[in-house]
T-cell receptor
Framework: DGGITQSPKYLFRKEGQNVTLSCEQN?????MYWYRQDPGQGLRLIYY???????QKGDIAEGYSVSREKKESFPLTVTSAQKNPTAFYLC???????????FGQGTRLTVV | GQQLNQSPQSMFIQEGEDVSMNCTSS?????WLWYKQDPGEGPVLLIA?????ELTSNGRLTAQFGITRKDSFLNISASIPSDVGIYFC?????????????FGAGTILRVKS
């Protein structure tokens, strides 16, 4: 089945630790995105990538890092510099030139 | 950055009622998208709108792309319990590096059976 997969679904992290969230898609999409969702707020863009080996900061990139070494993979690292990392993280992908973005199931990160 | 104002923030309606929600912005968008999110899941695309003035239906859902390209509305007719969830509008902009989606804050829909 074609789709976009995020793992893990739930993640707990101790303060001061880096953690990496996985996002994989087999839709052959060129563009991939990371969003953060907090209660009562819309989705805020962290990073996005239109092609392999290239990515741009979104609106709230501070404290996060990404890589795009393969077309199908766009991992997000939440670093210790992120002051308030507890949130629901969503990955999405779309075809180049296509307007519709498809989302993964999300990863809920909790800092303990 | 660009902002979308989505309203209402939440709705609590009777089963069978029609529902209406909308998004407005000071920015012009190329595309409007409407998503639904169930608790703990990723958003699922409901309707995509590509042209100013376009009116599109998907079952009980109807959405329109405003003529000014700065707004959109979503109507749900004859609501049922499974309509519960958060509805997001999203506007798409073309940037130097490709497309970028801007999301509204969401409308929480609760249906009373």
């Amino acid at each position: 089945d074609g789709g976009i997969t995020q793992s893990p679904k739930y993640l707990f992290r101790k303060e001061g630790q880096n953690v990496t969230l996985s996002c994989e898609q087999n839709l052959n999409h060129d563009a991939m995105y990371w969003y953060r969702q907090d209660p009562g707020q819309g989705l805020r863009l962290i990073y996005y990538s239109q092609i392999v080996n290239d990515f741009q900061k979104g609106d709230i990139a501070e404290g996060y890092s990404v890589s795009r070494e393969k077309k199908e993979s766009f991992p997000l690292t939440v670093t210790s510099a992120q002051k308030n990392p507890t949130a629901f993280y969503l990955c999405a992908s779309s075809s180049q030139g296509d307007t519709e973005a498809f989302f993964g199931q999300g990863t809920r990160l909790t800092v303990v | 950055g660009q902002q979308l104002n989505q309203s209402p923030q939440s709705m609590f309606i009777q089963e069978g009622e029609d529902v209406s929600m909308n998004c407005t912005s000071s920015s012009i968008f190329n595309t409007w998208l409407w998503y639904k999110q169930d608790p703990g899941e990723g958003p699922v695309l409901l309707i995509a709108l590509y042209k100013a003035g376009e009116l599109t239906s998907n079952g009980r859902l109807t959405a329109q792309f405003g003529i000014t390209r700065k707004d959109s509305f979503l109507n749900i007719s004859a609501s049922i319990p499974s309509d519960v969830g958060i509805y997001f509008c999203a506007g798409q902009l073309l940037y130097e590096y490709g497309n970028k989606l801007v999301f509204g804050a969401g409308t929480i829909l609760r249906v009373k059976s």
